[in-house]
């Protein structure tokens, strides 16, 4: 089957279908191409139906008036550079893979992400309803101006329009509005739902009549003479230029007439506002994408046909209505276009009728393929009724947007609404501006548009020019648009399904944290300022059922975060043969890593497959991370379970994992007492109590400081205990101690406690569980080294070596532990968790020598955390 490739990158099947760009049947064995349109019929035709509007018959010639020559050039530049850079961006875009329905929304979903696309698409297509019933509340009202009797009720108003004397202006009557506007909407649906073939038929029924009048109206231009057809027509001369030629800002009421006690005062950013729905509409050929036989070819070439052609008509009608007549005349005869028309006004009329059905036509074509594109993408539950099967029209979205069009054309005073719809266009383009834009600016492999004529910097100014100008209209108006937009984009993102499409937002994600990986690669991140925790989630010990990890251990994982932010990894190791368990590896990470999201815990889960855990975790602690940029600190559980369900191998284990992080240098925290820590909902209080005894980079005063962060632990104090030798000067250690603390800028109450030599027969007045517990420690090592004699075979370490027993030191190592553990029962019994150092394994002790060891320092403390730092500062002065 052939392929393509989207503009994101993603592979998608060929066209096979109306919204994938070819319908193809079977017939006899030869695929047959289904009736498409073109390039001018399909693109150039639309846009310059809606580009060609009621405003450049009706006001057009008002805004010159007002603005002057000058300003209206500027103006008229000033929105086509607008549109402009938009089709520049919308036919890279366009022409960057298969374009499916939907046009600008799914140039936009496609590039910001299906969020941002359905927020702005459903904006767009609201603003194409609303403008619908906006060019045929127009067709109608120019309608009954040039023929009043055709209106079923009657209505005339007198206003003085700025002459000597006051002349009645006759207004339709607002119910003949309504009624005439539903009719004419109803006859507009007919031929949409006609498809489009018949839409193809009436198209040029619409915009011959629109041409010509344009030509009547510059062929009037020429032959025009002084005071001929009418006053104040000076024909083509140069006093009239020069006397246009600047601005003529000031008070008008409510028909916008000159009139010093009018309500309303003009300015530029208002012209801004007013003109810009006559250059919007470039949209209206992408908004049929599905209906094209080309869409890389025909909506580059004519859109920015279209849009070029109607700038040049703008500018050059600048021209000439500046030098045909006195302002006076430009600011008082609203239709001056027909006025000059030749031979007949009545062509103007018709074709103000014409094209602005013609432009309600495309209207109401466009909205219901925009509306039916976002419905199938399946993204919000709540538009699938506005699907469509490949081959059929829009026929529910077409009625839906036909009756969005009734609706604001019953209302009649559509005032309001029209800057907001000009909003949505606005919104739209920088949408599309800042799509192309992300896309040229990442440069990723699948960004190969064949429009070759576009630059990043070009779409950055189109977006900013669109933000200026909605601001430029109307602040109060962009702010309803924009919160419109983005309560749309909240909404899709709480009920929308994810959409199955790269887009630009992920990858800008992914191309800064590739950036952020390539600095942080060169830099040295042995450093618990930019800790990056390693949770081994080894259980040692029972688990809930279908639990993968322990969970007071992914809390004491948030622990180590300030205000929640920073990354964890965690990891467990798999023992058996990596061909064998490769696929249950895979199904235990995706548990392990939906457990960590339920928990709340920012990290990423890792499964290693393993022959056991002493290789398995050797090689994590290698080889996870990228260049500099591994995990710092290892933080596991300590085995309690080890002697009470007697687990041999625990020991060997266990001191092989410290002895790795030694060796590689990484920190180490093990837990002791994990059952009991406590969750964010169980508030401690008391003292968090650190046995300072070693240099340890200051990581057990970051931890420390970290933990007084969460509300469990908010309402602590710390204390700080160091441990000096019993000879050495304690005054002059607290006092050290306290400077040290008060330039960190960390409150804690010092406390030194000395400890004499390890002679524990020398402790004339120790308790008797003391000496008890080093009996039994002394008893069970005995044993231990007696079993292993028994076997014939001589003692030896995990290296290979012989072991080589010193019971004095073994002594004196079970002493300094039961010596510490009395400390820590005498001063923190009651604290809330206490932190000591870790004491490395001796080289020549056995790892069951080092349980023991262990098992003395941490013997009734129910929460402690043991604690070995770098050989360098974590907490400086000036962090």
């Not at 001018?40 to 008002?62: A, D, E, H, K, S």
């Not at 020991?651 to 007492?673: E, L, M, Q, R, Y």
């Amino acid at each position: 089957m052939n392929m393509s490739f989207s503009m994101t990158g993603e592979q998608v099947a060929a066209p096979s279908s109306p919204r994938d760009g070819e319908d193809i049947s079977i017939t006899q064995g030869h695929p047959k191409p289904a009736l498409k349109m073109g390039t001018m019929m399909g693109v150039f035709v639309p846009c310059l139906q809606n580009i060609l509007g009621i405003i450049y018959y009706i006001r057009f010639t008002w805004i010159v008036g007002m603005a002057g020559i000058g300003q209206s050039l500027v103006l008229v530049l000033l929105c086509g550079l607008c549109t402009f850079l938009t089709t520049i961006s919308l036919s890279a875009i366009a022409t960057n893979g298969a374009m499916k329905g939907g046009g600008p929304y799914y140039l936009i979903g496609r590039a910001l992400g299906p969020e941002v696309g359905i927020s702005i698409g459903l904006c767009f297509f609201l603003g194409n309803a609303v403008a619908g019933a906006l060019y045929v509340l127009g067709a109608v009202e120019t309608f009954l101006k040039a023929f009043p009797a055709a209106g079923i009720f009657r209505e005339t108003i007198t206003k003085v329009n700025g002459t000597a004397v006051a002349e009645p202006i006759q207004s339709p009557n607002s119910h003949d509005l309504q009624i005439y506007g539903i009719v004419v909407t109803i006859l507009l649906c007919f031929i949409v739902f006609g498809g489009v073939q018949m839409i193809n038929r009436v198209a040029p029924a619409f915009l011959i009549p629109v041409l010509l009048s344009i030509f009547c109206i510059f062929i009037g231009i020429f032959l025009a003479k002084t005071d001929d057809p009418d006053t104040g027509i000076t024909g083509l001369r140069f006093k009239s230029f020069r006397d246009n030629w600047s601005s003529a800002y000031q008070m008008t009421n409510n028909a916008g007439i000159p009139d010093p006690t009018g309500g309303t005062y003009w300015s530029f950013n208002d012209l801004v506002g007013l003109f810009f729905p006559a250059v919007t509409g470039i949209m209206a050929g992408s908004n049929r994408s599905a209906s094209l036989k080309d869409t890389q070819r025909s909506i580059p070439v004519g859109t920015l046909a279209a849009t070029l052609t109607t700038t040049s008509l703008y500018v050059i009608s600048v021209l000439f209505f500046g030098a045909v007549a006195t302002r006076d005349k430009l600011l008082t005869d609203r239709l001056l276009t027909a006025t000059v028309a030749w031979p007949w006004p009545v062509i103007v009329h018709v074709g103000i009728i014409l094209s602005t059905l013609g432009a309600a036509l495309q209207s109401l074509t466009g909205a219901p393929r925009l509306l039916a594109a976002i419905a199938n993408d399946d993204i919000l539950p709540i538009l699938n009724y506005f699907k469509v099967a490949d081959t059929s029209e829009p026929h529910i979205a077409t009625l839906f947007t036909a009756l969005i069009c009734i609706g604001c054309v019953v209302i009649g005073n559509l005032d309001l609404i029209t800057p907001t719809v000009t909003m949505f266009y606005l919104l739209c383009y920088s949408g599309v501006n800042l799509s192309c834009f992300l896309l040229d600016i990442l440069d990723a492999p699948s960004w190969r548009p064949r429009w070759k004529y576009h630059h990043w910097s070009l779409s950055f100014v189109g977006a900013a020019l669109c933000i200026v100008i909605m601001f430029l209209i109307s602040w109060s108006f962009t702010v309803v648009a924009i919160a419109l937009a983005s309560l749309i984009y909240k909404y899709v993102g709480l009920k929308g399904k994810a959409g199955d499409w790269g887009d630009g937002f992920k990858s800008a994600y992914f191309q800064l944290a590739l950036r952020s990986l390539r600095w942080s690669i060169y830099l040295s991140f042995s450093h618990a300022l930019s800790s990056l925790p390693l949770v081994f989630c080894r259980p040692w010990g029972q688990l809930p059922e279908n639990v993968p990890c322990h969970p007071k251990l992914a809390d004491f994982a948030n622990c180590m975060k300030k205000k929640g932010r920073g990354m964890s990894i965690f990891v467990d190791i798999l023992d058996g043969d990596y061909y064998e368990c490769a696929e249950e590896a895979k199904e235990a990470c995706n548990k392990l890593a939906t457990y960590i999201e339920y928990k709340r815990c920012e990290g990423v889960a890792e499964i290693v497959v393993a022959p056991n855990m002493t290789e398995g975790f050797r090689g994590i602690i290698q080889t996870m991370g990228l260049g500099n940029l591994k995990p710092n600190i290892v933080v596991m559980r300590y085995p309690e379970i080890w002697r009470r369900e007697n687990l041999t191998e625990i020991p060997s284990t266990f001191v092989g994992i410290i002895n790795d992080c030694i060796t590689a240098n990484k920190a180490v925290v093990i837990i002791k007492g994990l059952d009991e820590w406590p969750n964010e909902y169980q508030r401690q209080y008391g003292t968090i109590d650190l046995y300072w005894i070693v240099r340890d980079g200051g990581l057990m005063l970051l931890l420390s400081q970290l933990l007084l962060t969460k509300e469990s632990f908010e309402s602590c104090k710390i204390q700080l205990f160091c441990i000096a030798e019993e000879d050495s000067d304690a005054e002059a250690l607290k006092a050290d101690v306290k400077k040290f603390l008060y330039d960190l800028r960390m409150q804690a109450e010092v406390i030194v406690v000395t400890m004499k030599s390890w002679d524990i027969r020398s402790e004339g007045n120790s308790k008797e569980d003391s000496l008890e517990a080093f009996d039994a420690a002394q008893r069970r090592i005995s044993d231990y080294l007696g079993e292993i004699k028994s076997q014939g075979s001589t003692p030896r370490l995990a290296n290979g070596k012989a072991m080589v027993v010193n019971e004095q030191q073994v002594d004196k190592f079970l002493y300094t532990m039961l010596k510490l553990n009395s400390t820590i029962l005498s001063y923190s019994r009651m604290a809330a968790v206490v932190l000591v150092s870790l004491p490395p394994p001796p080289l020549n002790h056995p790892a069951y020598f080092y349980m023991e060891y262990m098992d003395l320092l941490v013997e009734n403390v129910p929460r402690m955390l043991i604690v070995r730092g770098y050989h360098r500062d974590v907490v400086t002065l000036f962090t």
